[in-house]
């Protein structure tokens, strides 16, 4: 029996078929494009939003939305993205490449993998009827409290706030899944002689990611929870009358919100970490601090959430302890810098798509990093806090940091994935196009918020409104490039220039990995029998 | 198992399946119910047993597959060593999912609470509520006009220690269980998996008589102010997991009567194990810090 | 002024890759002046930030564009391919660390006396005025005198260019004078914050927080409200008004006396008539009420009731009283009993019952309103 099936799966390329093939798959890379194609789907809703805010903030006055549906629109605009965009495609990536990468023949437990997957448009589907049941009479106020769900206000607020709830659960569980299976892939389902320090960097971003999730998702669930008895069951958890404290919440929030924004950041590293050496053509430099020190983040990362409170009033020790914690982590993020320049340095560096991001992101990521130290530091993130400051820090966090990450595997990978060259030239546009408007939206945000502009506010005073220009131009303008990134990915599915098994002569001296031992595209099935590794 | 030769090299990767999408559906289904029922949308309680049926279905689907592909051999080591990872991460989740709950009464016995009564570094908090004095269990609350009265808290006595005896034995029958399965004693094993499942009954039985207690007589309800509503969520939660627990013993002890399992062949027996001993371990950090101290 | 702005900012942001941060010295680029001591501590450690962010960024950059310039394949370079195995790729791992610890602990560092002064309750303040934040006002209250100012958004027509800046009654501060604020709130988190003179520190209900300040100059000072507090939260600007102790002693006195007349009105067993309380409730109303309810008593559907002929607002006099005066737990709808005196609640409570043709011809009675405290 077992045999046989062996005969049929191995030495033919069979696929299933139809609706079935993906619905029911098991294939890690077949898993892999849906989650890549789901991100890309929320990345046009989130992105929507966005273009609403931008265009409700284009001017002063109330002129698209309404301030409940503004809020909402906010909500679930970074919902969307971190949840549905960043973390699916960052996963999508894994699912293709760690597999390949490590020389296993799938991942560790391909059903559940599926079914982490699948729980996506699920919550999808729930977070967007908790924007739209607003538009139903009778459901309550909009969530209009932002993403960070504070109570009591997300006790006020109607229905939505309880699909909100359960859609939060819904992603915790696809999260928590995937991070068994990556973890339990990376440890269990290495080729003989792959060893875990010989694994790329990327393995080992997703390694360190899986913990954080695994840790920290469990706690957002348990927050949540509790919030939702708060509004339906009676509990005081967050009601000082009933002896209970509403900057609870703020803790458990954050205790998963900070690791969640390394989790969106390392699997970018891990790119990075590939993309580098390969344009440079020459091995990443300091491969094994740069391991150490992903974990030293991991653990730094896990205990420093409170600097996202500052302002709640917690005591003088716990408040100096967290912001000493916090302004370290420049040390572990700043050697992953430093090495990827030295990677660069005396390298013959040649200037692909994917490495015009990289380089980017170094310059654009270690601006956004050292915003955030500026924000850790106490007395002067009294001012800043909750305004368009922080706004412009975790945009040039997310996008530099998390999206333009995944831009450059997503460029870096194509040939691999479909066989086909992308047009250069219109991904060097892309490029430019994507960085200039990138900068124009988001470096006037800085100003806006010295200048004392509050987030999360729907009508601003006519003094900013020069800045909410240039930012909703360029917001218009990065918007809009996404159509030429939507043309470039279908050009490339659809034919182009054959790539090869190795589309990037530079990856066989700076990251020969198992990967490019395979065609492109590869098979159905990858390894039939564990390859060898030197 | 160690009939398979090529067991080193043939990692199973099952065919496409259905039971995934059926359990994000089940799921799905579940979840959407609570929130509309939440808010009095009658179509509620109907999707939620709509999603309970679909996950009932589900649970004998995907774990019949699961057991007909392990009784026919196709798991060589690796994929047991993948479930039995895949089980350890999943109880580190759930280890910290409880930590949450703990810290949190840790968070409000020690910061939140004093500050409220007068204490600590917001002590001037207690001006909006003059007259309220912090001791733990709270039985007098800053306001109560929203909550009800507490009439007495509850004890470490009596019940909580009969369960706590209760769980402590029931670990030892499981062990004990162990033991006969290693040896290949198969009564051994049933009478020993029994007499756990007994027990987490008795345990269940003796919660639902506990809160039946609190409810009619110590005025101890979810409506009570901070004592209560932690001591139901950290009770309750893993009451809840007791319940899930005790069910994955039944399925186990179906199967070692079946004789499913062989000294080298039990990962679920070993998986559903762990999962007690845990909630065993929870169990003994509740009746510490939430019955005693 | 305004046109200069925009194309500074545009500048700005080309200039991004070049040098971050370049245009700081700007005050319409930077936070507005601080006129405090604390306040320009804070000042002083941000601009500290930003030379050594921006120090940092000019590295970070200098050595790319190096690399990007010397190490090109198309200059037909080649790759060494043995660096980082020589003397600084085996110790880079511990060089770059302890460089950036290094600046790491300077920073923080600078933190720790400013730090200390936030936190310092130890001296007594000369003023303490607890403030309360609601959706959407602020509630200011002298805790050593009898005052309290309810402070509310002030409508664009009156506004003008301050609009979403500007309030009815602002908080009148003295300079000079060390003053201690207590936040709370009365429903949601909220955050008081008036940049120039004191950071924000959130308003919890249930909790109190506190900050302190010494302003050193006569003036108006501008904020808003800094934590999301839901619908009206765009919509809930502060105003201080800091004047010489003289003045601040002169319009206290001024309140005082205007405070107790409208108490002894309130408490007098007089018996209103029903045109009298409706001309004092509109105006109450509009300020208080129809943030949520409207101006024409509409509401929002599915959000704030309308009171037009709505069954509490036309029938039952005590159920509104009820409803008024203790609010409703767990909506957005506010007890008014400390925030109102009885007069007024009767004002407001026979405005609603009189207008926009709930005509139901009642007078509600400041006495009703004692005995329904009870
Ligand atoms: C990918 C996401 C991401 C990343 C990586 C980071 C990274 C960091 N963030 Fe950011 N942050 C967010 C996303 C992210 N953040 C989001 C989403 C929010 C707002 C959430 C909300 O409120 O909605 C936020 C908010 C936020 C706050 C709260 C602000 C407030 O609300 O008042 C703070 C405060 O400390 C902070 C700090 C930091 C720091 C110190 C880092 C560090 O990790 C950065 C370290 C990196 C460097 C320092 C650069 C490289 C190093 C060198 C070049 C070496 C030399 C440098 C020095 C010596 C300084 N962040
Ligand atoms: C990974 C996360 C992520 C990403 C990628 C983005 C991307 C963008 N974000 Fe967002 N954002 C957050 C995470 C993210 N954001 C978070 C966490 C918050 C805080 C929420 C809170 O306060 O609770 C936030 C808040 C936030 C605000 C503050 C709102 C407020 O406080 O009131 C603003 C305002 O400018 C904004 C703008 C944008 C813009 C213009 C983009 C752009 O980059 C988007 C560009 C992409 C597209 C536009 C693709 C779609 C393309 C089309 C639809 C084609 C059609 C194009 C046109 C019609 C022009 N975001
Ligand atoms: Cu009050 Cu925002
Ligand atoms: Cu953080």
């Known amino acids: 029996m077992n045999a046989v099936i062996h005969e049929t799966d191995h030495h033919h390329d069979h696929k299933p078929t139809g609706y079935k093939r993906w619905l029911y798959s098991t294939n890690h890379k077949d898993i892999g494009t849906m989650y890549l194609v789901f991100a890309l789907v929320m990345l046009f809703i989130g992105g929507a939003m966005a273009m609403l805010i931008r265009a409700e903030l284009y001017m002063p006055g109330l002129q698209i939305v309404n301030p409940d549906l503004y809020n909402n629109l906010v909500t679930d605009h970074a919902l969307i993205m971190i949840f549905g965009m960043v973390m699916p495609a960052a996963a999508g990536m894994a699912n293709w490449m760690i597999p390949m990468m490590i020389g296993a023949p799938d991942m560790a437990l391909p059903r559940m993998n599926n079914m982490s997957f699948w729980l996506l448009p699920a919550a999808a589907i729930l977070l967007l009827s908790s924007l739209l049941v607003q538009f139903i009479p009778g459901t309550g106020v909009p969530v209009n409290t932002g993403w960070t769900i504070y109570p009591p206000l997300s006790v006020q607020v109607g229905m939505g706030m309880d699909l909100l709830i359960f859609s939060v659960h819904l992603l915790g569980i696809s999260s928590i899944m995937a991070s068994i299976n990556i973890v339990t892939t990376i440890l269990n389902m290495r080729a003989p002689g792959m060893t875990m320090m010989k694994m790329p960097l990327f393995v080992w971003s997703w390694f360190f990611t899986g913990l954080l999730l695994i840790i920290v998702m469990p706690v957002l669930a348990g927050g949540v929870t509790m919030l939702l008895f708060d509004r339906h069951f009676g509990t005081s958890f967050f009601d000082a009358a009933g002896g209970g404290d509403p900057i609870l919440f703020q803790h458990l929030f954050w205790f998963f919100g900070h690791p969640e924004v390394y989790v969106l950041l390392l699997p970018s590293i891990g790119v990075l970490g590939l993309v580098i050496p390969t344009f440079s053509r020459k091995p990443l430099f300091g491969y094994k601090p740069l391991v150490y020190f992903m974990g030293f983040l991991f653990a730094l990362g896990l205990v420093v959430w409170a600097h996202h409170q500052y302002t709640v009033g917690m005591s003088l020790a716990v408040t100096t302890y967290f912001m000493i914690g916090t302004i370290l982590i420049s040390i572990p993020i700043g050697l992953m810098i430093f090495n990827f320049i030295f990677t660069m340095w005396r390298g013959s560096i040649t200037f692909e798509t994917p490495m015009l991001f990289a380089i980017a992101i170094i310059l654009m990521f270690s601006f956004a990093g050292v915003t955030g130290v500026m924000l850790a530091v106490v007395p002067a993130d009294l001012q800043y806090h909750d305004t368009y400051f922080v706004v412009a820090h975790f945009h040039y966090a997310l996008i530099p940091g998390a999206v333009f990450g995944l831009y450059a595997g997503v460029f870096y990978w194509l040939p691999k994935w479909t066989g086909h060259m992308y047009d250069e030239k219109l991904g060097k546009i892309f490029f430019w196009w994507t960085t200039l408007s990138f900068n124009l939206t988001f470096f006037p945000q800085h100003f806006s918020g010295l200048a004392g502009m509050p987030r999360r506010i729907v009508d601003y005073n006519i003094q900013y409104i020069e800045f909410n220009q240039v930012s909703s131009i360029g917001a218009f303008a990065f918007g809009l490039s996404h159509l030429l990134f939507l043309y470039i990915i279908i050009q490339t599915v659809r034919g182009g220039k054959e790539a090869g098994a190795k589309p990037w002569e530079g990856a066989q001296i700076g990251t020969p990995g198992l990967e490019w031992s395979l065609p492109s595209p590869p098979p159905f099935h990858s390894y039939t029998t564990p390859p060898e590794v030197k | 198992m160690s009939t398979n030769t090529t067991a080193e090299q043939d990692y199973f990767i099952p065919e496409p399946s259905r039971w995934p999408a059926v359990g994000v559906a089940g799921l799905f289904f579940t979840v959407l119910g609570f929130a509309l029922w939440m808010n009095g949308v009658g179509f509620g309680p109907y999707s939620t047993m709509i999603g309970g049926a679909i996950l009932i279905y589900l649970l004998f689907g995907w774990f019949g597959d699961v057991i007909d592909e392990s009784l026919t051999?196709?798991?060589?080591?690796?994929?047991?060593?993948?479930?039995?990872?895949?089980?350890?991460?999943f109880i580190t989740s759930e280890v910290f999912f409880f930590i949450t709950f703990f810290a949190c009464l840790y968070y409000f016995r020690n910061i939140s609470l004093p500050s409220l009564g007068g204490e600590g570094h917001l002590a001037t908090s207690n001006i909006l509520w003059e007259g309220f004095k912090y001791s733990w269990p709270v039985v007098n609350l800053p306001d109560v006009t929203n909550y009800t009265q507490i009439i007495e808290p509850m004890g470490p006595g009596g019940i909580p220690a009969y369960n706590t005896i209760i769980l402590l034995t029931s670990g030892v029958t499981l062990t004990w269980a162990h033991w006969g399965l290693k040896k290949e004693s198969q009564s051994q094993l049933v009478i020993g998996l029994a007499m756990t499942v007994a027990l987490g009954l008795f345990f269940i039985a003796l919660q639902a008589y506990e809160y039946f207690h609190a409810y009619t007589e110590l005025g101890l309800t979810l409506n009570s102010g901070i004592y209560g509503s932690t001591f139901y969520m950290l009770t309750g939660f893993?009451?809840?997991?007791?319940?899930?627990?005790?069910?994955?013993?039944?399925?186990?002890?179906?199967?070692?009567?079946?004789?499913?399992?062989?000294?080298?062949?039990?990962?679920?027996?070993?998986?559903?194990?762990?999962?007690?001993?845990?909630?065993?371990v929870v169990w003994l950090g509740l009746y510490v810090f939430v019955y005693w101290l | 002024m305004s046109k200069s702005k925009m194309i500074l900012a545009v500048l700005a942001s080309l200039l991004l890759t070049t040098l971050a941060g370049t245009a700081y010295a700007d005050y319409a680029l930077n936070f507005p002046e601080p006129v405090a001591p604390l306040t320009q501590q804070m000042y002083d450690l941000h601009m500290l930030t930003t030379k050594i962010a921006t120090i940092i960024m000019v590295i970070v950059i200098g050595i790319v564009a190096f690399v990007l310039i010397k190490f090109r394949k198309s200059k037909g370079y080649e790759a060494d391919q043995n660096f980082h195995k020589s003397t600084f790729g085996t110790w880079s791992w511990t060089l770059v660390p302890i460089i950036v610890l290094g600046i790491d602990l300077t920073i923080a560092g600078s933190a720790t006396d400013a730090l200390q002064q936030v936190e310092d309750y130890s001296q007594k303040a000369d003023v303490t005025v607890k403030v309360i934040g609601s959706q959407w006002k602020w509630t200011y209250e002298y805790m050593d005198d009898d005052i309290r100012i309810v402070s509310n958004m002030l409508p664009k027509e009156e506004a003008g260019d301050n609009y979403l800046r500007a309030v009815d009654n602002p908080l009148v501060l003295p300079t000079g004078k060390r003053i201690r604020f207590l936040h709370t709130a009365s429903d949601v988190l909220h955050a008081w914050w008036v940049p120039q003179i004191v950071y924000k520190k959130d308003s919890i209900p249930g909790y109190i927080n506190e900050t302190w300040t010494n302003i050193q100059k006569e003036g108006t000072y501008r904020g808003q409200c800094a934590e999301i507090c839901g619908t009206g939260h765009a919509f809930m600007p502060i105003v201080v008004e800091a004047v010489s102790p003289e003045k601040y002693e002169a319009w206290k006195a001024e309140k005082l006396m205007v405070a107790e007349a409208a108490a002894a009105e309130a408490s007098s067993d007089k018996t209103w008539t029903k045109d009298e309380l409706y001309a004092r409730g509109e105006g109450l109303y509009n300020t208080n009420c129809s943030g949520c309810h409207q101006v024409n008593g509409t509401g929002m559907p599915g959000v704030f009731p309308g009171l037009v002929g709505s069954k509490i607002a036309t029938g039952d006099i005590d159920a509104h009283i009820n409803i008024v005066l203790n609010g409703k737990a767990g909506t957005a709808m506010a007890a008014w009993a400390a925030q109102l005196n009885d007069l007024e609640l009767a004002a407001v409570i026979t405005y609603e019952r009189n207008a926009w043709g709930n005509n139901t011809g009642d007078a509600v009675q400041p006495a009703d309103l004692k005995s329904a405290r009870k």
């Open chain 2, 73 to 89: 051999n196709k798991y060589n080591s690796g994929v047991d060593r993948s479930f039995r990872q895949g089980m350890f991460w």
């Open chain 2, 238 to 280: 893993h009451g809840f997991h007791v319940t899930l627990g005790t069910v994955m013993l039944i399925v186990i002890l179906i199967r070692s009567a079946k004789g499913h399992f062989s000294e080298e062949n039990h990962f679920a027996f070993e998986g559903v194990a762990w999962y007690w001993h845990f909630v065993d």
